[in-house]
């Protein structure tokens, strides 16, 4: 994963994907925070929890935490500012929530100066025209990303998540 090195810092961004803390910090230990950030998802944060953020962060690395928060607004709000109260660089939700659940993230972060990038997850890459069916959306990927990216920017997140090829559209 690359990002446009906003705020000076490495352009390569690791994605951790592991389940426990000794694979992860394997992998860490290879790393230097002068040429890449890390990633933390869901199966990272839910097996080691905010600890494994604490113990990254305390080896100069600046995190991203995946963890796509979608709910109703004050609990993405309250998610979001914990998130931030980690001290994270980055952290992401659902656009799919809405504008008001957005909203809500981007004024849970507007009190804090240093304040951690959040961006909007468009459409999953692993949902197709037919999958988007399924759960009763209509529009096509492109489409639908188009319509997504255009809440997040108006609910003003930091910036939005597509695959490659709805990138176009957005």
Not at 46 to 74: M, R, W, Y
Request: aromatic fraction near 4%.
């Amino acid at each position: 994963m690359l990002n446009s090195g906003v705020s000076g810092g490495p352009k390569l961004v690791v994605a951790l994907d592991f389940d426990n803390a000794a694979d992860c910090m394997q992998l860490v230990n290879q790393l230097s925070p002068e040429f890449c950030r890390v990633k933390i998802g869901k199966e990272l944060f839910t097996a080691c929890g905010p600890k494994i953020v604490e113990n990254i962060q305390s080896k100069g690395f600046d995190v991203f935490l995946d963890l796509k928060f979608h709910d109703i607004p004050n609990t993405v709000a309250k998610a979001v500012k914990s998130a931030a109260n980690l001290g994270v660089w980055m952290v992401n939700i659902h656009a799919s929530g809405g504008p008001k659940m957005m909203d809500a993230a981007v004024d849970a972060l507007s009190t804090y100066q240093q304040k951690p990038l959040l961006i909007a997850v468009t459409v999953l890459t692993s949902m197709d025209a037919v999958q988007l069916n399924h759960i009763g959306v209509i529009a096509t990927p492109a489409r639908q990303v188009a319509m997504l990216a255009q809440l997040a920017r108006a609910s003003g997140v930091d910036g939005v998540v597509s695959s490659a090829h709805e990138v176009e559209s957005i």
